[in-house]
């Protein structure tokens, strides 16, 4: 009978025997399991060296038993409904290709599922082609930025980094403290502040960020500063600034696209008597928010802020005077 090659299996079939007093020997195991006796004798090794596996050689019985009988094999309990679901949103991850982390994941994954038994296997490949999921493309982030950046997030070490903003063609360089990473509409970014002004938060595109340096100088992250306060008040990519109320009118013929989804956490709905529908919520990054009204075209109104209202008027008399 055929049995499963992978270690995973191999290790919890020779715990099973070991325990039920089988004394289980290299050349009988790898007879029953159809590999080599040096893989059997690696997968010893890796229990006794790198999972502190009390294993004994009995010369008497000849084969493994433990010496200490409390000791247990640390296990991984996976259905097929479990992985399944791993697999779905690790599709649903490729949006961020292009990042250090997606590369990772159909491995991760392929190994999640090489744990199950065959009667509970899945095929990755099958997942991977019947399930799909678009989204704005995300710029591409360097390995080695990314590495620096999240060594420097989690051992709070301050990065010399080499920044290109948006309106620039040149990097700038700068030292730059991280206290968080976050992905906003499919872009990843930082959060952190200068040595000179730790809690003056500024916000960076990682993929504008062109070089990065771990340095010595250690920080404490600012005791005000919270990351779920500061993104709760994004709206698509940008988090910086005070949040202010935006009021929007959809039209009727739009009221149910427009009222079917949830475009901010903290948004309130409200149908007039005409069918009409008022959005509100609480958002900074007013240029973000432009954009994304201008997308409606004639079917949405901005009551509010002013500020908000003129540049909205502002762009479309442009595309106006452009359109001719």
């Given at each position: 009978m055929k049995r499963s090659r992978t270690q995973f299996a191999r290790l919890m079939a020779l715990d099973r025997s070991i325990r039920e007093g089988r004394y289980p020997n290299c050349l009988a195991f790898s007879r029953e399991y159809e590999v080599s006796q040096k893989t059997v004798q690696r997968d010893i090794d890796f229990m006794r060296d790198m999972l502190g596996a009390p294993l004994v050689y009995d010369r008497v019985r000849k084969g493994f038993?433990?010496?200490d009988g409390n000791w247990f094999l640390p296990a991984l309990s996976l259905s097929e409904g479990d992985v399944f679901a791993v697999l779905v949103a690790a599709?649903?991850?490729?949006?961020?290709?292009?990042?250090?982390?997606?590369?990772?994941?159909?491995?991760?994954?392929a190994k999640l599922a090489a744990l199950l038994p065959e009667t509970l296997s899945i095929r990755p490949e099958l997942m991977y082609s019947q399930f799909s999921f678009s989204s704005p493309p995300a710029r591409p982030v360097s390995e080695s930025v990314w590495v620096e950046v999240v060594r420097g997030l989690t051992t709070k070490k301050s990065v010399r980094i080499g920044y290109r903003s948006f309106d620039s063609r040149k990097a700038t360089p700068r030292v730059l403290?991280?206290?968080?990473?976050?992905?906003l509409s499919g872009d990843w970014y930082v959060f952190g502040g200068y040595p000179e002004t730790p809690a003056d938060i500024r916000q960076f595109a990682m993929a504008r960020i062109q070089e990065a340096e771990l340095t010595g100088d250690g920080f404490d992250v600012p005791a005000g500063f919270d990351p779920k306060t500061l993104l709760a008040g994004a709206f698509s990519r940008f988090a910086g600034g005070k949040p202010v109320v935006i009021r929007l009118l959809f039209d009727?013929?739009?009221a149910d696209w427009a009222g079917e989804r949830e475009w901010h956490p903290g948004q309130t709905l409200k149908k007039r008597r005409n069918?009409?529908?008022?959005?509100?919520?609480?958002?900074?990054g007013l240029y973000e928010v432009s954009?994304?009204?201008?997308?409606?075209?004639?079917?949405?109104r901005v009551l509010a802020p002013s500020e908000l209202k003129t540049m909205v008027a502002d762009e479309i008399r442009a595309m106006a005077e452009r359109a001719g």
């Amino acid at each position: 009978m055929k049995r499963s090659r992978t270690q995973f299996a191999r290790l919890m079939a020779l715990d099973r025997s070991i325990r039920e007093g089988r004394y289980p020997n290299c050349l009988a195991f790898s007879r029953e399991y159809e590999v080599s006796q040096k893989t059997v004798q690696r997968d010893i090794d890796f229990m006794r060296d790198m999972l502190g596996a009390p294993l004994v050689y009995d010369r008497v019985r000849k084969g493994f038993r433990y010496e200490d009988g409390n000791w247990f094999l640390p296990a991984l309990s996976l259905s097929e409904g479990d992985v399944f679901a791993v697999l779905v949103a690790a599709r649903a991850l490729e949006q961020y290709r292009g990042t250090p982390v997606a590369g990772r994941l159909e491995r991760v994954f392929a190994k999640l599922a090489a744990l199950l038994p065959e009667t509970l296997s899945i095929r990755p490949e099958l997942m991977y082609s019947q399930f799909s999921f678009s989204s704005p493309p995300a710029r591409p982030v360097s390995e080695s930025v990314w590495v620096e950046v999240v060594r420097g997030l989690t051992t709070k070490k301050s990065v010399r980094i080499g920044y290109r903003s948006f309106d620039s063609r040149k990097a700038t360089p700068r030292v730059l403290r991280p206290y968080h990473i976050a992905n906003l509409s499919g872009d990843w970014y930082v959060f952190g502040g200068y040595p000179e002004t730790p809690a003056d938060i500024r916000q960076f595109a990682m993929a504008r960020i062109q070089e990065a340096e771990l340095t010595g100088d250690g920080f404490d992250v600012p005791a005000g500063f919270d990351p779920k306060t500061l993104l709760a008040g994004a709206f698509s990519r940008f988090a910086g600034g005070k949040p202010v109320v935006i009021r929007l009118l959809f039209d009727s013929e739009i009221a149910d696209w427009a009222g079917e989804r949830e475009w901010h956490p903290g948004q309130t709905l409200k149908k007039r008597r005409n069918g009409d529908i008022e959005l509100a919520f609480r958002a900074a990054g007013l240029y973000e928010v432009s954009r994304w009204v201008l997308g409606w075209g004639r079917y949405a109104r901005v009551l509010a802020p002013s500020e908000l209202k003129t540049m909205v008027a502002d762009e479309i008399r442009a595309m106006a005077e452009r359109a001719g």
